[in-house]
T-cell receptor, first 112, second 114 residues
């Protein structure tokens, strides 16, 4: 799986959009970008994934650059409950059969 | 959505004893489940892949005789930490995939070995 780089921490004001970047310059053609988050002392939670098109669901939007070397997870209206560590993971398609490799992630702190 | 449970949520045991952690997929079947370990202020580390009806596959550096994994049904996998020592104290998390791309994680089990 390709390596990812994320900033270690970010702050965002409550109610504003939180934009979390991820670099994955060595991503290959069949690899997807996944985002998970982990709230303190809980199991990780799946957020969203994409291949090359932008994706949106009830939780977030995922913007992938045209060259696929980076992506941004957008939480449109951050709340205090969005404070968590966010992990960007790149993995091959059909990845349900493979364990995940977690990096250090980004600790997002939502400020009131 | 897909729900994964773990039991117990926390456990304290004495050094040298064994402890079993259960991971259940509540509303889907999972041929494959995964076990992770997370030490304080660190990221999750994959320990092993649990396959229903066959032997688990362990990651490099994980002792298979110490961390026994059984996946007896499509909804249950168990992790037994044998002869536990204080250094085994950690947050153990399982996950399962209902056949799609995403994995669903359990809430985790905090093990403290005294």
């Amino acid at each position: 799986d390709a390596k990812t780089t994320q900033p270690p921490s970010m702050d965002c004001a409550e109610g504003r959009a939180a934009n979390l970047p991820c670099n994955h310059s060595t991503i290959s053609g069949n690899e997807y970008v996944y985002w998970y988050r982990q709230i303190h002392s809980q199991g990780p939670q799946y957020i969203i994934h994409g291949l090359k098109n932008n994706e949106t669901n009830e939780m977030a939007s995922l913007i992938i650059t045209e060259d696929r070397k980076s992506s941004t997870l957008i939480l449109p209206h951050a709340t205090l409950r969005d404070t968590a560590v966010y992990y960007c993971i790149v993995r091959a398609s059909g990845g349900g059969a493979d364990g995940l490799t977690f990096g250090k992630g980004t600790h997002l702190i939502i400020q009131p | 959505g897909a729900v994964v449970s773990q039991h117990p949520s926390w456990v304290i045991c004495k050094s040298g004893t064994s402890v079993k952690i259960e991971c259940r997929s509540l509303d889907f079947q999972a041929t494959t489940m995964f076990w992770y370990r997370q030490f304080p202020k660190q990221s999750l580390m994959l320990m092993a892949t649990s396959n229903e009806g066959s032997k688990a596959t362990y990651e490099q550096g994980v002792e298979k005789d110490k961390f026994l994994i059984n996946h007896a049904s499509l909804t249950l996998s168990t992790l037994t930490v044998t002869s536990a020592h204080p250094e085994d104290s950690s947050f153990y998390i399982c996950s399962a995939a209902p056949g799609g791309y995403e994995q669903y994680f359990g809430p985790g089990t905090r093990l403290t070995v005294t």
